[in-house]
């Protein structure tokens, strides 16, 4: 019987809190582009602000077609700023904060990579296999991942404001699949959410591995995990 790793084409990853974080909080970087105006308001307000929009709005994002229109995805983000900041903000004030802040997430400058992340794609690369992202993200990610020096790495990116469902639904999975034209026992996903990119990739039936950079899913034997990504250019070690 084949072995596994043997078999193994494609690599696919999460984007977000996999390749590269916010850098500093959320609540931070819509502070400082208040700043710039002027206002200044507490960033640990900002982020539960966030936290609480992002996860209302979230709810059933896909359960009807968002990706009909063009800038659905920034016509939601407009919503969800404007519940974190909006109250803060003078009214005539709201669309070029947000313009601003939106582009502004689309520079490297709003990003950290991780150290691990270019060296193992190219090592990776290098070995033959072929990489991808799935990624709960928007229409920017292909730009963050260029401005960050990433994306050459990379054959496709299945986003989810492009597919019209989000991880863990099989559909963006499969969209991945399609794209590089292998089968999911030919492919590995890499990605830090337990729901998101382990369920979900393994029910779509590929290989899943847990990143857990902060090791709070030590116990889990689900499947394998690796504290970084640089664990992968060891294949073999790993419990595949």
Known sequence: MQDKRSRIQAIFFDAADT?????????????????????RIDPERLDQNFRAAFARLSKGLFSESYTEYLG?????????????????????GLKSYFDELYEF??????WLVYSDAG?????LRARGFRLGVISNFDSRL???????????????????????ASKPDSRIFRRALEAMQVSP????????????????????GLTPILLDRRGIHSGYQGCPVIRDLSRLKDLEALRL
């Open 19 to 39: 390749l590269f974080e916010v850098g500093g909080s959320v609540g931070q970087l819509y502070s400082q582009i208040a700043l710039r105006r002027g206002i």
């Open 72 to 92: 659905a995805d920034r016509r939601w983000w407009f919503g969800v700023v404007r519940e974190v900041i909006g109250a803060y903000l003078p009214a005539e």
């Open 105 to 110: 997430f689309r520079t490297r400058d709003a």
């Open 119 to 123: 060296e193992t794609l190219t090592e």
């Open 142 to 164: 292909r730009d963050i991942l260029s401005n960050l020096g990433l994306g050459s790495f990379f054959e496709q990116a299945a986003i989810s404001w492009e597919v019209g």
């Open 185 to 204: 026992d030919q492919a590995l996903h890499v990605g830090d959410s337990l729901l998101g990119d382990v369920e979900g990739a393994r029910n779509a």
